[in-house]
């Protein structure tokens, strides 16, 4: 379905299994021109990817969920440089991946028939991040907005680097419709995903897929009171 969007940039999706602190797990890629030459990635505004998300045959929900994430986005950043967020210019999270990034995991919620997502608090990370605008602290300055506008608990995990990024950070905001403790649910399913990165401990996202045992009570929605912390 990825490909639907049509981006003018090819992009590759590879899975493989690898292994963070002796935990198996799933690490996807995201394959495009720009990361093995000197060819640079699109800069985009919000209405040009708002156009590549809308034309795409894509189901409701999932180009709905996409446009709410990328909005939240466009707000963060837009705070941060003092600007319109029509005006911000996307860099990084204008990127190919970041659209893929995005999509797809819209995608996979709508495929799974996910009613309504929780996430564990955020992890804060320490240290410095390079950007489009140069060194960065940690957590980025759009993390932290995107954490500050959804009131979202966070905790300081130990770890130096960057632990949640701008579009990991857009994604839980949006989509969650709680953060804390997980609800009391039948556990159907566990999915374990690795990201790039060797740390202290497992850099792996934990997806916990079950049925609550109480009906639910808000369904995955765009919400701007604000999925689990990149590394655990």
Known sequence: QIDRLNLPETDKLTAAIVRKNGIAATQVNVGLPHATTAQTPPLRHLHDIEQIITAADLPARAIGWSLAIFRRLAEAEGAIHGIDPQQVHFHEVGATDAIVDIVGTCLGLDWLNVDELHCAPLPTGRGTVRAAHGRLPVP???VLKLME???APIYNAGLVGELVTPTGAAIATELAAHFGEPPALQL?????????????????LRWWLGKTTTPVSTPVHHTHQAPTPPAE
């Open 140 to 142: 980025a300055p759009a």
């Open 149 to 151: 506008m959804a009131q």
């Open 188 to 204: 159907q399913k566990v999915g374990l995903g690795a990201g790039s990165k060797d740390l202290a401990r497992p850099n792996i």
